[in-house]
């Protein structure tokens, strides 16, 4: 293990202060590293996930709750935000953060995977894409400025540039043009940017085509970001697509910016993408398994509802330290689901995040104690991913 900052002093607080990134300890073995991230709402290191709170809340989970099981940072939605409750009651609570009751750093998503999920009820033109509310039909019209203003009203610590998210496609045509598109918003993104405390991070494009990712980074590059993302993954590809884009593009992103991966979020993705030199995560998949009876275990996944759990006293995970594992049996889980009790997506969703933050947090310990490819090998050894 090299390390490039002996002392690793953590700062108590960073309120007020511009964003700011450093590597901290790099493992000799892989390319994994431990980085610490600064943001005016708080200091905290990577590798990092960032539980997903898309309209302004983690669902099932309090701030406290988030705090309780170390979130750090949670990720907003722009576009949602701007749906419901709308930017300007935000603002008259002073920004997402007050409004929501959350201290601590927050990352927007701009909308663009909306693009992409959203493609019944939208038009994307040269100017920007024009939407059609799922909530009430109303027309919306998001313009790369305009996304920029929402996320500057908004007073997140990392706003996200607009970017056109493709569907998996052969299509190298269509997968060019939609990365020209995206440069072309991002030139317009960074030119609107005003906040100079914000944070703004360039999205990185181009398929699952090694070429045209490289080429979309390269370009994103010379417009020049805080930070830089790759999206369009994790969207129903192959695995084996995953993988070798990662592994090509992403030691490839400037070792002095933060590295995030959008939207991928599994236990065994973040090993190998950690291993490529990633730094930041996002995904729904704690709390969507949660609220569907799922837990993330050291063992792999569980579900409650299994009828063989129904007296069984033993926690959903033992080696789990969260409320939930502490003081619920497996049996009391199953029968909070088959009754229909709120409590148990609830407990399981604490436990799915408390798991991941807690991984991730391992991760970094694993990397600094140059025992990160071990850790990974016997995690996979006895990691099962289907149900039982």
């Not at 933060?258 to 995904?283: E, N």
């Not at 016997?378 to 990691?383: A, G, H, N, S």
Request: proline share 5%; aromatic share 10%.
């Amino acid at each position: 293990m090299k390390t490039l900052d002996p002392e690793n002093d953590r700062a108590e607080e960073a309120r007020g202060t511009d964003f700011g990134f450093e590597v901290l300890f790099e493992d000799v073995a892989t390319q994994a590293r431990v980085g610490r991230i600064t943001t005016p709402h708080g200091i905290f290191e990577t590798p990092v996930f960032m539980p997903v709170g898309t309209q302004g809340t983690v669902k099932t989970l309090t701030p406290r709750d988030l705090q309780e099981v170390g979130s750090e940072i949670i990720l907003g939605n722009a576009y949602h935000l701007y749906i419901r409750p709308g930017i300007d009651i935000i603002k008259k609570f002073g920004g997402l953060h007050q409004f929501m009751g959350w201290p601590g750093p927050i990352l927007t998503d701009s909308g663009g995977y909306q693009v992409f999920s959203l493609s019944r009820l939208r038009d994307i033109t040269e100017d920007g894409v024009r939407f059609h509310s799922y909530f009430d039909g109303k027309e919306v019209f998001f313009t790369p400025e305009s996304v920029i203003e929402v996320q500057e009203a908004i007073g997140s610590d990392i706003a996200m540039i607009f970017d056109e998210c493709p569907p998996p496609t052969k299509d190298r045509e269509r997968i060019r043009e939609s990365m020209e598109l995206t440069l072309r918003w991002a030139k317009r993104a960074k030119k609107h940017h005003r906040r100079k405390e914000q944070a703004l991070f360039g999205i990185v494009q181009g398929g699952f085509f090694e070429d045209l990712r490289l080429e979309s980074l390269e370009r994103t590059v010379e417009i020049g970001f805080d930070g830089y993302a790759l999206g369009g993954l994790c969207v129903g590809e192959d695995k084996t697509d995953t993988q070798r884009i990662l592994q090509a593009v992403v030691p490839k992103i400037p070792a002095g910016k933060p590295r995030y991966l959008m939207g991928i979020g599994t236990p065994l993705d973040f090993l190998d993408a950690v291993a490529v030199g990633a730094d930041m995560f996002d995904c729904v998949n704690p709390t969507r398994y949660g609220r569907n009876g799922t837990a993330f275990t050291a063992e792999g996944l569980v579900s409650v509802r299994n009828a063989k759990y129904s007296t069984d006293s033993a926690p959903v995970d033992s080696s789990c330290p969260c409320y939930a594992c502490a003081n619920f049996s497996r049996a009391y889980l199953r029968h909070l689901f088959n009754a229909g009790e709120m409590l148990g997506p609830q407990l399981l969703s604490l436990h799915n995040v408390g798991f991941f933050v807690k991984l991730v947090a391992d991760l970094r310990q694993m990397i600094r104690d140059g025992k990160f490819e071990s850790y990974c090998r016997e995690f996979k050894k006895r990691f099962d991913p289907q149900k039982r």
